[in-house]
């Protein structure tokens, strides 16, 4: 299972932090990437970046300048940072298990985070 | 990097009907293609990877094809709990979307 939890509601050019605590399997697995995706209202998903316990990222390069996605293995959990946001950022986040080859198998349930002052 | 295009971004149908998606990626790729569902309020479900192998519960109704840059998603015998939207991804790229409605 995955839980997203952080703030709900962020300010414009400020910065989002959400963490995602993996329950049932762990984050140390070599045989996933652990993933954010995100879905505006109304509209499609995006991938914005995963982690491997090894070190390895990928960002979208759409986002790549204003992401960190970082793992926490004390607490089997992994977190985003989206800094500098605008009302564009506005959506749903998703975290979710990428179990190779870019195939995300478990996902959380989301949380809504509006960018507004 | 891939990008996806799918079509059409919405159709009606009705319970009984064969439905299908197209999905055109930009480049041919080694990564998955796969299909995921989501119904509203909820998180996508993993459907289809690798073209055409149905996860552990997915009913069989549901079949995936295609090769190079060309993929469809069928659904034969549509049923009340298939009216939801549907979206291919491949590598880090999702299409747009089709939403399965009821006629």
């Known amino acids: 299972q995955l839980q997203e939890s952080g703030p709900g509601l962020v300010k414009p050019s400020e910065t989002l932090s959400l963490t995602c605590t993996v329950s049932?399997?762990?984050?140390?697995?070599?045989?996933?990437?652990w993933a954010w995706i995100r879905q505006p209202p109304g509209k499609g998903l995006e991938w914005i970046g995963s982690?491997?316990?090894?070190?390895?990222?990928y960002y979208n390069p759409s986002l790549k300048s204003r992401v960190t996605i970082s793992l926490d293995t004390s607490k089997n959990r992994f977190s985003l940072m989206l800094s500098s946001v605008t009302a564009a950022d506005t959506a749903v986040y998703y975290c979710a298990r990428d179990y190779g080859n870019v195939r995300t198998d478990y996902w959380g349930q989301g949380t809504l985070v509006t960018a507004s002052s | 990097d891939i990008q996806m295009t799918q079509s059409p971004s919405s159709l009606s149908a009705s319970v009984g009907d064969r439905v299908t998606i197209t999905c055109r990626a930009s480049?041919?790729?080694?990564?998955?293609l796969n299909w995921y569902q989501q119904k509203p309020g909820t998180a996508p479900k993993l459907l289809i990877t690798?073209?055409?192998s149905l996860q552990s519960g997915v009913p069989s109704r549901f079949s995936g094809s295609g090769s190079g840059t060309d993929f469809t998603l069928t659904i034969t015998n549509l049923q009340p709990e298939d009216f939801a939207t549907y979206y291919c991804q491949q590598s880090y790229a999702f299409g747009q979307g089709t939403k399965v409605e009821i006629k």
């Open positions: 690798s073209t055409s």
């Open positions: 049932g399997g762990s984050i140390s697995s070599n045989n996933h990437y």
């Open positions: 982690v491997h316990y090894s070190g390895t990222t």
């Open positions: 480049q041919s790729s080694s990564f998955s």
